[in-house]
């Protein structure tokens, strides 16, 4: 140990530190008697000694039992105990005093890994298992070196003392020399004090998504107090290593995250261990961290290359090359134009486009495509040999769109070659364009002749004469050669010698020649840098190609790189094809966008829209809030229209009024998602009926209101009746307080998104009433994009190192992770997306269009590009299916209750929020505390002891419950803790308004209430902390420290008008359960379970063993297990309020509802048997309907279900409408019968129409 100065510190409150820690009772009692006079720091070895003196004698097991949890609190790497040396320099704390007495004691300890990694059960937060003090190696060195310096100041020796002082270049600890780097891949056991170096790798999350950084909060020995893990990964070239580092406080932590990124190179001096979790991994616990530099791979031409034939991560499971990324390259080299042209698709153009303007770079996006170009005659593409082999040729052919004439045709060809002309379906699927379409839209289209499997190159190949090859090359406006390692396969199989690929090349450029065309070179790039070629090679191994490991050089290549590929032309002629020609068709295109800005939104029109919803808005107000309008009532609609109506956005709430009002004549309510609650004129116009006005009374009568100004209220479900001052009316309570900036931004520009909850059975005719308002021609369904998810990355990572046999650090095959992820698998459709054109508008406009996953045979049309990336250029409509609304329209039928007047606030239905009382049952019946089975938002064993704790006694609790579990570190570890320390639970987060709300009312300033809502919403505070701005005026507003830290620990917030919305008709669900339960349990069981008949006929007890073995098997039970467990407890619920389930029943059962039969009980309906699905029992409800008579037996039953079918299949070929019991019919099979004869719902039923002589005995 070479020291370089001490501390002297307070000996009482060493004293009162070590009183913190476990220790024997024994042990703690001699504390009194032992001083500690200095404590001597080796800062490059992370080392500590400690000289201490004690007045009489003490247990000498106490230094060792200290030794441990000083160096675990601290992360030291060795501690000595030491008798007292002659004193040099010091440098003291306040209060310092050194006791004389002494009798020394030499201990060292070396610190053992206590690293929770991504792999392995890691502990909770909170206390690390104590490591065994070990012995001393026998070369330690536990001595003094005699020269000490001696440093100045208290500040100095804190940072020291420490070890996270952020000086001399070092993010971590203090400079140091690297001398020796050690390779990752050599770590395979201990090794201390040791440097290396590598660059942050990404790790998946719980929610597996990829991040830089894990971190968790760990107690410390006090439990007051608490220190914060940061655990990421660094990588080298070959390896990689867990990375641990400790802080004693978020704030430091997050100053550390914010100067390092994934990617950032560092140099690190510490120790390597095994990990604590997984022994085979290591574990680096730094000493000192610090940048450094690396060079990237620059472009040093004083004319630079262009691209142009380069894949992204876009082109199906095949390129590697992340879009932004590649543009950030494209610009830092210098390069002044980039093509974009990947198999077959063109979706990764907006994310290109993106990249550009975010950079604010004058990089030329050259707009392309590879196509598939097959041969046709008019139009019929023509097979190669018999028709049955159904066997398609086609060719690589490059399409460059050099201006909107040529964009807009290039996008009429990804169209067609998708929905007219593609080959096969699924991932192998190719979409073909026939020569004579591309004749037909040429113009505006640059046409390059492609790679090896180009039509021109193959033709090469085949010995075609010159005649043949000029022909074939004509049709190109320009001609590609490649580095020979692009077609080295050809050289590997023998098909070809290495001259002979150069061959190849020096013709295709004396055919540019002959023809006047220009001969241009280029990399046919499928991944950014060199080194990316083994994610490459997992990515192809992944789909089963043999040769993955041998790839080709196919990276993004510098003008100095592409001219080394082509020494075999001579040097002028090399410079011509990879700079001049390239730059020569650069030129020639047009700076182009793809798709128009985001803020031009093109609506369809409906005319008179802007006068209908101001109309309709003004027209309702009045109606509840009388002639002259309050001026909270006033303000705040003038403010919403003005933005609505002067940013052109009435028609999206005309279009969701009408789909509304469609639903609510067919008598299905419908539920609002989002933020569109947020909206006063959307309450106004009967889009939602969540209202965002502060809580109030109104008067349905005299139209009297009173206002809440103050917070008095968070809701005015809230308020106590009361009956109106003016007329004796009994008042409506309303009002939630939520701000209309939370839905369209700060100043009212942002486009609003309308998402709607339509009932599930009902969502299709809503498809169809868009389609009858707009054209079916002027709606599709929003696209998709399916790419590879980090968890399947991880998967073909592992697999690759597993199968290939070599050993590889869980860190190092983690780092592949991110090349993978996002490149494309295949296309999809957003579950309930509409895009809706307008009717003078052509889509190729904005983008083509395309089957989703590929499939040929779909019916369905989507966009082209994912949704996301022109949401805000074309209206989407969310016509989203929920069981909700269903649900109510069941409850309406089977109580004859209109919803609307369910009164909230009902004392017997909020009492099943903190009892089981009102339901006539016990916990013990049931299996829980509180009354809210069944209940959406409530119902989940998380949500079940959240309102155990909280035990909600108003509507706005029940909304905090559903913002606190929509939420991610919202509740654990974060509001929970806070309400159980003692803060009020109204002064907790629980949706993204809280903040914007309550920082108001604190007074802070509005606009940066709303910037700091939006800031901790997303999770940004949590990753970089709360900004200085943000801060500074919090605390002026003398907003608490714990509320702040909450800010800092939201990782997302839930919108509050969703979270009204949803507790809204959860309430009316209650309210049902509480006084209508039956209805409520027929409701809950047709429309929320898959309810299994044969469990409910085994009784009460089997009932209970079932649970009861699944909640035994926890993490390990099967999905499918664990969802019978939440309708069986529902089951036991309603046996234990007494009614009873009646038997299914041929006659009597419904096909797919449980329906109420009487007072006591309902019955079972068909499809509740294995066996007999829901199209099964709608083809045997539809046929016992029409046939008055009764079966005479199955066999009839049977003949008559055939005819059933038989009839429909005839009226559907007469294109005659269904009834709505006529629809999704399914086969009726022996199966089915046997099931239900098994059962019992067949009665005697026998099974032949035959009769023998014993039937009449």
């Not at 105990?81 to 003291?92: A, N």
């Not at 134009?337 to 990764?348: K, N, P």
């Not at 009932?759 to 809503?766: N, P, T, V």
């Not at 054109?837 to 590929?854: E, G, K, V, W």
């Amino acid at each position: 140990m070479k020291p370089s100065f001490y501390l002297e510190p307070d000996a009482e409150k060493m004293r009162s530190f070590f009183r913190t820690f476990s220790l024997h009772e024994d042990l703690i009692a001699d504390l009194i008697k032992i001083s500690i006079s200095k404590i001597w720091i080796d800062e490059a070895d992370n080392s500590w000694e400690l000289e201490y003196t004690h007045s009489e004698s003490i247990d000498s097991r106490l230094p060792d039992a200290l030794t441990g949890q000083i160096i675990n609190y601290f992360n030291l790497k060795n501690l000595c105990w030491k008798k007292p040396e002659q004193e040099t320099g010091s440098v003291p704390l306040p209060d310092s005093e050194v006791q004389k007495d002494n009798n020394p004691t030499a201990i060292e300890t070396e610190q053992k890994d206590n690293n929770p990694t991504a792999e392995g059960n890691a502990p909770e937060a909170g206390y690390y298992p104590d490591v065994p003090a070990e012995e001393p190696p026998p070369d330690a060195d536990c001595g003094f070196d005699s020269n000490i310096e001696e440093d100045e100041t208290y500040m100095q020796a804190y940072n020291a003392l420490y070890g996270k002082k952020f000086a001399d270049g070092c993010l971590f600890g203090k400079n140091f020399k690297a001398d020796t780097v050690i390779p990752l891949n050599e770590l395979t056991e201990a090794r201390r004090h040791i440097v290396i170096q590598g660059h942050i790798g990404t790790q998946r999350d719980k929610d597996d998504k990829l991040v830089a950084f894990a971190e968790r909060e760990v107690r410390g020995r006090n439990k007051d107090s608490s220190r914060l893990l940061v655990l990421f990964n660094i990588i080298d070239a070959d390896g990689g290593i867990y990375v641990k580092v400790f802080f004693d406080d978020r704030e430091e932590g997050n100053e550390f995250k914010k100067q390092l990124k994934t990617g950032t190179e560092l140099q690190l001096l510490g120790n390597a261990e095994p990990d604590q979790y997984n022994h085979e991994a290591m574990t680096f616990t730094p000493i000192a961290i610090k940048k450094i530099e690396v060079r990237q791979r620059e472009d040093h031409a004083p004319v630079k290359r262009v691209e142009l034939h380069c894949h992204t991560k876009m082109s199906k499971l095949d390129a590697i090359t992340p879009m932004a990324d590649l543009v950030k390259t494209a610009i830092r080299f210098g390069h002044k134009a980039l093509a974009i042209t990947d198999h077959g698709v063109i979706q990764a153009f907006p994310f290109c486009q993106d990249a550009v303007e975010d950079a604010g770079s004058d990089l030329k996006l050259i707009y392309g495509c590879e196509g598939y170009l097959t041969s046709d005659e008019n139009g019929e593409i023509l097979r190669e040999g018999l028709p049955h082999t159904q066997k398609i040729r086609s060719n690589h052919i490059i399409l460059l769109a050099k201006n909107y004439t040529g964009l807009r045709n290039l996008y009429k060809l990804v169209t067609l070659s998708h929905l007219s002309y593609q080959n096969g379906t699924g991932v192998r699927a190719r979409p073909l364009i026939p020569r004579s379409i591309l004749e037909e839209l040429r113009d505006g289209l640059l046409l390059g002749s492609a790679c090896e499997i180009g039509e021109l190159y193959q033709a090469v190949e085949q010995g075609k004469s010159e005649e043949e090859l000029l022909k074939i090359a004509d049709f190109y406006d320009y001609l590609e050669i490649q580095p020979l390692g692009n077609n080295a396969f050809l050289e590997r199989e023998g098909r070809f010698t290495h001259d002979q690929l150069i061959e190849h090349n020096k013709l295709i450029y004396r055919l540019a020649k002959k023809l006047g065309k220009l001969c241009v070179a280029t990399c046919d790039s499928h991944f950014l840098n060199p080194e990316d070629a083994k994610t490459r090679a997992i990515l192809q191994y992944s789909q089963g190609y043999n040769d993955a490991d041998m790839q080709a050089p196919l990276y993004f290549r510098t003008t100095e790189e592409m001219l080394a590929e082509f020494t075999y032309f001579d040097e002028e002629t090399a410079y011509e094809i990879c700079v001049t020609n390239p730059n020569k068709i650069a030129d020639q295109i047009c700076r182009l966008k793809p798709v128009p800005d985001r803020d031009q939104l093109y609506s369809p029109a409906i005319s008179g829209a802007e006068e209908e919803i101001e109309r309709k808005s003004y027209e309702k107000a009045h109606r509840y809030y009388g002639d002259t309008l309050p001026k909270v009532v006033e303000d705040r609609l003038k403010m919403e229209l003005d933005a609505i109506i002067g940013h052109g956005y009435a028609v999206l709430y005309e279009i969701a009024h009408k789909l509304v009002k469609h639903s609510m004549d067919e008598g299905y309510l419908v539920g609002s998602r989002g933020s569109v609650g947020s909206s006063f004129v959307a309450c106004m116009t009967d889009i939602t009926e969540v209202n965002p006005l502060i809580p109030h009374y109104r008067c349905p009568k005299c139209r009297h209101t009173e206002f809440f100004e103050h917070n008095e209220y968070a809701s005015g479900f809230d308020l106590p009746p009361k009956n109106c001052p003016e007329c004796g009316t009994d008042m409506a309570r309303d009002g939630h307080n939520i701000p209309f900036a939370v839905f369209m931004g700060f100043h009212g520009d942002k486009v609003p998104d309308i998402d709607l909850n339509f009932s599930d059975e009902y969502q299709h005719r809503a498809h169809k009433y868009t389609e009858e308002l707009f054209g079916r021609d002027n709606v599709c369904r929003a696209g998709t994009i399916a790419t590879i998810a980090p968890k399947t990355a991880w998967s073909y990572a592992k697999k690759y190192f597993e199968e290939h046999n070599i050993p590889a650090h869980p860190a190092y095959v983690e780092s592949f992770i991110a090349g993978l992820n996002g490149v494309k698998r295949t296309t999809g459709q957003h579950p309930a997306g509409i895009m809706v054109i307008p009717r003078d508008m052509d889509i190729h406009y904005i983008t083509p269009m395309s089957h989703p996953a590929d499939d040929k045979n779909s019916n369905i049309i989507t966009t082209h590009y994912d949704y996301h990336s022109i949401n805000d250029r074309l209206v989407k409509l969310d016509i989203l299916g929920h069981v909700d609304p269903t649900m109510i329209k069941r409850l309406e039928e089977f109580t004859g209750i209109n919803a609307m007047d369910i009164p909230v606030g009902d004392p017997d239905t909020m009492s099943i929020f903190s009892s089981t009382e009102k339901l006539g049952v016990t916990p013990e019946q049931i299996g829980t505390n509180v009354g809210t089975l069944g209940i959406p938002e409530c119902g989940t064993r998380f949500t079940l002891d959240m309102i155990h704790e909280l035990k909600p006694k108003l509507f706005s609790d029940i909304v905090r419950v559903s913002g606190y579990s929509h939420g991610t570190n919202v509740w654990i570890g974060n509001a929970k803790d806070l309400i159980e320390s003692g803060h009020p639970v109204e002064q907790t987060i629980s949706t993204r308004d809280d903040v914007m709300t309550s920082l108001i009312a604190k007074g802070v300033d509005p606009a940066l209430a709303f910037k700091t809502m939006e800031y901790v919403r997303k999770g940004k505070a949590a990753k970089k902390g709360l900004e200085p701005a943000m801060k500074e005026a919090m605390e002026k507003a003398h907003v608490p420290d714990w509320y702040m830290k909450s800010c800092e620990t939201v990782q997302y917030l839930f919108p509050k008008a969703h979270a009204v919305a949803y507790v809204l008709n959860a309430y009316r669900i209650a309210y049902c359960k509480v006084h209508h339960p039956l209805a409520y349990y027929a409701a809950y069981f047709s429309q929320r379970a898959d309810v299994d008949a044969t469990y409910i006929a085994k009784g009460e007890s089997f009932i209970r063993q079932y649970i009861k073995n699944v909640e035994l098997q926890g993490k390990e039970a099967k999905a499918v297990d664990k969802d019978n467990v939440v309708y069986l407890q529902l089951i036991l619920e309603m046996l234990a309020r007494g009614f009873v389930f009646y038997p299914i029943d041929l006659y009597k059962s419904h096909a797919y509802q449980f329906r109420p039969e009487d007072e006591k009980g309902i019955r079972i309906p068909l499809c509740c048997l294995p066996g007999v699905g829901k199209g099964v029992a709608r083809t045997l409800s539809l046929t016992v309907k029409n046939n008055p008579r009764d079966f005479i037996s199955q066999e009839d039953l049977l003949s008559c279900c055939r005819q059933t079918e038989q009839n429909i299949t005839d009226k559907i070929a007469r294109r005659e409408e269904l009834l709505p019991e006529e629809e999704e019919l399914g086969h009726v099979g022996q199966t089915a019968l046997d099931a239900l004869a098994d059962y019992g719902a067949l009665g005697d039923l026998p099974v032949s129409n035959q009769m023998d002589l014993f039937s009449f005995s």
